[in-house]
C-alpha cells in the first residue's frame, strides 16, 4: 500500500495547547497536503506544502517537510475546542491523491 | 474553489439492494474521485470519472459492485451495488482544482 502512516493515532489535550501530528510517506512526491474532517463528514483542505519548501504558515498552522526523510508534520499552535477534528496528510502520485492513516485530535474546553 | 452537493448525506438499506449517489459540481471539471472510508479509517479511492469515457477503478474495486456514470462535466453518480452489511461506509466525491481536492459532505450508509 502507498498510504502513508500518521502519529499519533489520536492526541487528547487542553485548550491553548499546542497539538503536533506527523506523516511519514513511501514515494516521492510533487507536494504534501493536510486536511480536517469534522465529524465523518466531507474533508477541507487546510495548508499545501511543494516538495522544495521545508516549512509554511497559515495563521495558527504550521507544517514542516523533510523529503530525506518522507516525513511531515502540522502544529496547531494556541488549540481551541473547535479544532476537535480528525486531521489527514495526502500526497500526490500519478494525478491521484493517497491519504495517511489520520490522526483523532480531542480538544477539551 | 469548487462547491460539492451530494446526496443522500446518509441511508440505511436492506443487504442484497443497490443504492447510487450522486455528486454535482458548481463549475465543470475534467475528473470526478469517489472514496470509500470505513469506519475510523482513512480515504480509499474506489475510481475516477472521466466525462466521456469509463471509470478508472482502482485495485480492488470492479465496475460490476460500483457502477459509475458521469453524464457531463458538472455530474457524477456511483451506484453500491448488491449491498452487503461490509458496504457500511462514508462515501465521498471529490475534485480537484488547483492541486487542491474539494470535497462533497459524504453519504454515511449503513447496510443492514
Known amino acids: 500500500s502507498q498510504q502513508g502512516e500518521e502519529d499519533p493515532q489520536a492526541l487528547s489535550i487542553q485548550e491553548g495547547e499546542n497539538a503536533t501530528m506527523n506523516c511519514s510517506y513511501k514515494t516521492s512526491i510533487n507536494n504534501l497536503q493536510w486536511y480536517r474532517q469534522n465529524s465523518g463528514r466531507g474533508l477541507v483542505h487546510l495548508i499545501l506544502i511543494r516538495s522544495n519548501e521545508r516549512e509554511k504558515h497559515s495563521g495558527r498552522l504550521r507544517v514542516t517537510l523533510d523529503t530525506s526523510k518522507k516525513s511531515s508534520s502540522l502544529l496547531i499552535t494556541a488549540s481551541r475546542a473547535a479544532d476537535t477534528a480528525s486531521y489527514f496528510c495526502a500526497t500526490d502520485s500519478f494525478q491521484k491523491l493517497v491519504f495517511g492513516t489520520g490522526t483523532r485530535l480531542l480538544v477539551s474546553p | 474553489s469548487a462547491v460539492i452537493s451530494q446526496k443522500p448525506s446518509r441511508d440505511i438499506c436492506q443487504r442484497g439492494t443497490s443504492l447510487t449517489i450522486q455528486c454535482q459540481v458548481d463549475?465543470?471539471?475534467?475528473?470526478m474521485f469517489w472514496y470509500r472510508q470505513q469506519p475510523g479509517q482513512s480515504l480509499t479511492l474506489i475510481a475516477t470519472?472521466?466525462?466521456?469515457?469509463?471509470?478508472?477503478?482502482e485495485s480492488g474495486f470492479v465496475i460490476d459492485k460500483f457502477p459509475i456514470s458521469r453524464p457531463n462535466l458538472t455530474f457524477s453518480t456511483l451506484t453500491v451495488s448488491n449491498m452487503s452489511p461490509e458496504d457500511s461506509s462514508i462515501y465521498l466525491c471529490s475534485v480537484e482544482h488547483n492541486t487542491e481536492a474539494f470535497f462533497g459532505q459524504g453519504t454515511r450508509l449503513t447496510v443492514v
Open positions: 470519472a472521466n466525462q466521456g469515457s469509463e471509470a478508472t477503478y
Open positions: 463549475s465543470q471539471v475534467t475528473m
